[in-house]
């Protein structure tokens, strides 16, 4: 079973700082993509940030300058930090990752969800 587990989430002030871990384990021969949505209540999910394998990086115009998305392969970890906080970034942040199995399968996987909440 291949899971992502998050953390890093939190309480932080208008203009703060948070840095959001995800961490991938399982039998997994290679990861292809891995990305950053959020999920504010009342509203639909919505795509923050996304990488691929080569290292290509796109952003929700939203979150341009503010947020920077990376990766460790070694640690098979995806990252996201997060300054200049608003409270309109306040949602649950999830991971997201195109995995392939040792078996050779691929497929997508979800985290559980880590809650930011950007209020003075």
């Known amino acids: 079973q291949v899971q992502l587990v998050e953390s890093g989430g939190g309480l932080v002030q208008p203009g703060g700082s948070l840095r959001l871990s995800c961490a991938a384990s399982?039998?997994?021969?290679?990861?292809?993509?891995m990305a950053w949505y959020r999920q504010a209540p009342g509203k639909r999910r919505e795509l923050v940030a996304t990488?691929?394998?080569?290292?290509?990086?796109k952003y929700a115009d939203v979150v341009k300058g503010r947020f920077t998305i990376s990766t460790d392969n070694a640690k098979k970890a995806l990252y996201l930090q997060m300054n200049s906080l608003r409270p309109e970034d306040t949602a649950v942040y999830y991971c997201?990752?195109?995995?392939?199995?040792?078996?050779?399968?691929?497929?997508?996987?979800w985290g559980q969800g880590t809650q930011v909440t950007v209020s003075s």
């Open positions: 997201n990752a195109g995995v392939v199995t040792t078996a050779y399968y691929e497929y997508n996987v």
């Open positions: 399982g039998s997994i021969l290679k990861i292809n993509a």
């Open positions: 990488i691929t394998s080569d290292t290509s990086i």
